[in-house]
């Protein structure tokens, strides 16, 4: 059974008539489909949750209660229907209401709400016609707009529009309903085309499911409503790098760098385009700048490492590794490389082969790594271990040969 809605007899005995959950969802339903024009207004009360932990119930009832009587003072001048919703939100169906309106009678509202007590309500508002929305949708809209209205602070009046329903977007995509996502992007879109945040959060999406073409053409589209957009212009460089166009891709990461020289994630990429391309030292110079600039992923620092690896510089691969496997302890390549530094410089002889075992753990068909675990045995001593590592590294296709017989040889003329 639910828990008791605070106030929730004290309202029942003063209003015994008024819909609560369900029973108003039915009301507006009956309301909505005769009438071609209202508002629906959601109200919260605002931290209710932190407020009633504070003070009590007690006090948090008289707070529902007080709100209560203010929206049946107003319903006695104005043509609305009110109800409760649940714990902290109510919401009212405005007949023959328009935004303005709307906005006018919450002002009300809230004025005769506020007291000394700092007690606030925030609102979003939800009107019909509202192009291209049924009206059976509108009390949904409303709810996106107080969605959207928390975040501007405590008691905000908000009316739905395209940021609402980018935030209920970001919601769906965060919990990983894509499709969802998409839908209300593509909602966001018809209410405001020239949005150019709305434009990128769908190209991400279509970036996710892997439908590159989608993705470019709506990063594409972003750019040419806001050519100085940072996000998009990054992120047709990763489209397009997806999509194996790695020139294409570093002139957008070049472009992105222009607009927004601090941000890690690009100089990262610049990066790692230049050392696909060979071209070294321009790689590190875009890799050291990113690690400068508190990247979020470990992935920055490996690719740092891996350029210090490529030219020799093993100190300072060590410590790209180090911190690289500090932020992703699970990283299967920058475990293995940093367990054969280790082994390279004569250093943490036995950390050096755990990092390099958990890197064969995590990424076992990996040759390389295999290659390295064998090397670091035989170094110890322990042939046979090494002999099965190399023989599994020449398995999956590194040259292992002369390694495994200098093993065999090692192990054949052992005291």
């Not at 919450?106 to 709400?113: C, E, I």
């Not at 007690?119 to 009390?139: C, D, K, N, Q």
């Not at 594409?220 to 397009?240: F, K, Q, R, S």
């Not at 690896?309 to 940093?338: F, G």
Request: glycine fraction near 6%; proline fraction near 4%; charge should be negative.
């Amino acid at each position: 059974m639910d828990e008791p809605l605070v106030a929730s007899n004290i309202l029942k005995k003063i209003f015994p008539q008024m819909p609560v959950g369900e029973a108003f969802q039915a009301l507006f339903e009956a309301s909505a489909a005769k009438t071609d024009r209202f508002a629906v207004l959601f109200i919260r009360v605002d931290d209710f949750d932190k407020t009633l932990k504070h003070v009590g119930e007690n006090i948090m009832s008289d707070v529902v209660v007080r709100l209560a009587r203010i929206m049946d003072g107003l319903s006695k001048t104005y043509p609305m229907q009110w109800g409760r919703l649940n714990e902290d939100r109510f919401a009212c169906f405005c007949p023959d209401t328009d935004e303005a309106e709307a906005v006018r009678l919450v002002g009300q509202m809230q004025q005769r709400f506020a007291l000394p007590d700092e007690h606030s309500v925030s609102v979003g508002i939800a009107v019909y016609p509202f192009w291209p929305f049924e009206r059976m949708t509108i009390l949904a809209n409303a709810k996106k707009a107080l969605d959207h209205a928390a975040f501007f602070g405590p008691g905000t009046v908000t009316p739905f529009d395209a940021v609402s329903l980018n935030i209920s977007a970001d919601k769906l995509y965060q919990y990983g309903d894509m499709d969802g996502a998409i839908k209300e992007f593509e909602r966001a879109l018809a209410v405001d085309p020239k949005n150019v945040n709305v434009h990128n959060s769908l190209g991400v999406c279509h970036g996710v499911r892997g439908k590159s073409d989608l993705a470019i053409h709506a990063f594409e589209t972003a750019i040419a409503l806001n050519p100085e957009d940072v996000m998009a212009t990054y992120n047709l460089g990763l489209a397009h790098l997806k999509q194996g166009h790695r020139e294409k891709a570093l002139d957008l990461f070049l472009e992105a760098h222009r607009l927004d020289g601090e941000h890690p994630d690009i100089a990262c990429q610049i990066g790692l385009c230049y050392r696909e391309m060979g071209r070294m030292e321009a790689a590190l110079g875009y890799l050291e700048k990113a690690a400068q600039n508190t990247p979020k992923w470990g992935h920055v620092f490996r690719a740092l490492g891996d350029c210090y690896l490529e030219k020799d510089r093993l100190r300072e691969a060590v410590k790209a590794y180090e911190k690289a496997i500090k932020r992703h302890p699970t990283d299967p390549k920058s475990l293995s490389a940093l367990g054969y530094l280790y082994g390279e410089l004569g250093e943490n002889e036995e950390i050096a082969i755990m990092l390099c075992r958990e890197s064969t753990t995590l990424d076992p068909n990996n040759g390389l790594f295999r290659y390295r675990l064998g090397k670091l045995y035989a170094q110890r001593g322990d042939y046979e271990k090494a002999i099965d590592q190399l023989r599994m590294a020449a398995d999956l296709g590194e040259d292992c040969g002369e390694l495994i017989r200098e093993a065999e040889s090692a192990r054949d003329w052992q005291p």
